[in-house]
Structure formats: C-alpha cells, structure tokens
C-alpha cells in the first residue's frame, strides 16, 4: 500500500488529522489497533473548549455537537462552606461544550466513512521503519492476519500513551518530561439528572471531587483516590456517600441526586512530554507526545490543536513543496502543549489534597489561592482563559 500520510492510531487526533487533510486534497491511511465499536465507546473526556468546537464546526464536524452539545458558561469553585462561579462570558467571552469524546469519535468515524477513507482497525504488530529516510514505511498485521506495509511520505504518531510512536524517536534525538501525582481519580458514569447546572471542582479535606455530566439524563463524576486503588474497592453505596460529602458545600438548599451507576473505573494523574514532536519524516500529534492529569480537561483539546496545526503544515508540505511551517510545527505546538501543561499541573496541585499526612500548611496555600481566583478579576480571568481555551495557533 502507499499514501501520502501514514498515520498510527484512530483516536481523536488520527481520525481528525485523516479529515483535515482530506479536505486539503492530501491522503492518508489510518491504522489502529483496537476496533472500530471500542475506540467509539471508551469513556474518556467530556469537555470542548471554544476554539475546538469552532474548529469541528468549520471542517463540517458541527452538526451534532450543536444540536446535542450542552454550552456552559463557565465552573463552580468550591470548598467547604463556599461555591463560586466563574462566569467565562463575563470574564473572556468564551465558552465551554460539554460532548463526550464518544460522540466525538463517532462524528469523526461517520465522516470518514462518507469520504471512504481506509481506516484499518483490529491491527497488531504496528512498527516505523525508515523515518530518517525520504521514503519512511509502516508495517503491521491487518485484522485478517495479512502482513501489510504502507509506505508513505511521512508517518503522523498519533498512537496515544502506549503506541510505538514515541519510542520510534531516537533516544539520542528525544528529551522527556514527566510527574506521577500521589493520587488517581475513580471515575463513574451514572445514569442521573445532572445535580448542577454546570460543572464543579471541588476541594475538601477528604479528596478532590468532580462533577461533570454527559446529557441531561447522564451524569459524570469523579473522587480522588489513592494510586493504587481498585475500583471493585468501592461499593457504589460508598461512593455515593462519599461524593455527597465532598460536593455538598453545607448550604441548604442543594442536594445530590444518586443513580444507577454504569461505569466505574480508575485513571493515573499524570504529566508527560516529550520533545520535539517531529523526527525527520515522523511527525506525533496528542497524547503521542504529551499527557496532562484531567484535571484541566485539557488532554482531547490539546489533541485537536496539534492536529489543526499540524494538518496544514503537511499540506504546505507535500501540495507545495513548502517545508517552512513543517519546520515550525513541533516549536510552535510546543508552546501551548507547555501552557496546557502547567495549567493542568496547577489545577492539580490546587484541588487535590494529602488525605493521611496531608501537609496542613500546604491546605491553606490552595484555600488562599482558591479564595483568590474566585474573588479577583485578574485571578479569575487567567483561570477562565486558560480553561476556555487559547485561540488555536498560540
Ligand atoms: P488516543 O485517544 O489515546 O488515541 C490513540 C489511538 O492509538 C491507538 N494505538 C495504536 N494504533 C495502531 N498501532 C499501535 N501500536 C497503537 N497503539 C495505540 C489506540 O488504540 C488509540 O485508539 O489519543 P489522541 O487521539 O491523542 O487523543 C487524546 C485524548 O484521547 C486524551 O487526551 C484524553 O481522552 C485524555 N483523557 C481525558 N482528558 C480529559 O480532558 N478529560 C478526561 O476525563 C479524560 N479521561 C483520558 C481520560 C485519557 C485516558 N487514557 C488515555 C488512559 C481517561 C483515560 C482512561
Ligand atoms: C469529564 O466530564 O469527563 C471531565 C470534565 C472536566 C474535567 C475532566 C473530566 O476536568
């Protein structure tokens, strides 16, 4: 097989990549390893920042998203005794839209099945070969057991934490960053009413909790929990109780709703990159080169913005022999990827508390500092600008 672009994985970034490029007049071919009915139903993210949403709607990605896309003026804040809210509108005249990563997936998969593209899933042994030469390959198994090799102009990493793509850079040629955190996030899926109208992050002595939502009939919720927790660990009694006593703030007046629970399961929290982002003819795009802990909702969007950086890039590159924004790519996605990183770091390191042996003064540093962005303008708006997004190209 031959391509134009040969691109390892078909999550977000590599089907929207695919998209972008064919819109441009540029092929590619797209391997995955899982199926088609599993990279559409993981549960991952929930939450599109403007300029992504703006872009899915401008590459004809938007029809759904508007029509089922649920748009928040902003989050609450809280802490024991206190919920604020932070207006985006108000502070940045930006929005966020709660769509699941799901229903990204399946919009994205739907388009490139109307445009016919080759999305080959259910393939194993995937490996880079040649990337330091005009004429780099890929290899892997297709689903049928076929030994196949696409040969391409150049091959996009868009693999995720675990696929071969980063690793295919020479160590020599690679510089990494990483951060465990001390703590997990348990995450559910309940078949509930939303309690809130909009998302809340809260801090308590016990452990950060989220509440997020997938409609208005799905509600979404996380607990910080210690690293190595299993989720059979907690009974959804348990949980239950404890998200009422991490997200009730002691205001009469709001309660929250418990329902069946769908989904349950445990994510790691943490921070990684790895640069550059380009390798000769390999180029990586989202979680290929950089994690974020979920804490900033920013992992999805940040995917969505290497892609529209990079997608045109590649068409400057192969339509018009232009190598110059190909040579800009990894240093000018570099910038927000290290802005999205800090953010999320940030958020993390303010909402998540020690539990056992937690460090009291640290406690009153992130209750200052919560105090201090839900009561200053100034505080407020480089929350909200950052959370609601950078306009694409940052
Ligand atoms: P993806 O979505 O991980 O897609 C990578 C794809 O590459 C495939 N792959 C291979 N294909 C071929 N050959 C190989 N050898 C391959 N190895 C892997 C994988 O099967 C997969 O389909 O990366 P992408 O496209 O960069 O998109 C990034 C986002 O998915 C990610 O940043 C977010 O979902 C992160 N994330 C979350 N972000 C949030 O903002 N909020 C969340 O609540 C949230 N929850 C999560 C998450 C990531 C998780 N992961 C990666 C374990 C929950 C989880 C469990
Ligand atoms: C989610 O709805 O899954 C979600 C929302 C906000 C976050 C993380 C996850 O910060």
Redesign the pocket.
Known sequence: MRTQVAI???????LLLSHLLEAEGVDSVV????SRDY?ES??????LEQSTVDLLTDVGLGARLAAEGDRHRGIYLQWPHERQHLDFVDLIGRTVTVYG?TEVQKDLGRARDAAGQPIHYG?TG?ALHDLDSEHPYVT?TDAEGTQQRLDADVVVG???????SRAAVPEAARQTWQRAYPYSWL?ILADVAPSTDELIYAWHPNGFALHSMRSSSVSRFYLQVPPETDAGMWSDGQIWDALAERLGHGEAGWQLTPGPITAK?V?PMHSFVQQPMRYCRLFL????AH??P?TG???????VADVALLAPALVALLRRGDPGPAGAYSATALRRVWRCTHFSWWMTTMLHTGGAGADPFEAQLQLSQLRWVTSSEAGARGLAENYAGLPIGF
């Open positions: 390892i994985g078909a999550g977000p970034a590599g391997v995955e390893t899982r990279v993981r549960i991952r993210a929930g939450i990563q393939v995937t892997f868009c693999d995720g934490s675990f696929g071969p995450g399961s994510l795009a989202g979680d290929a994690i974020v979920p909702a920013k992992g999805l969007n940040l995917a």
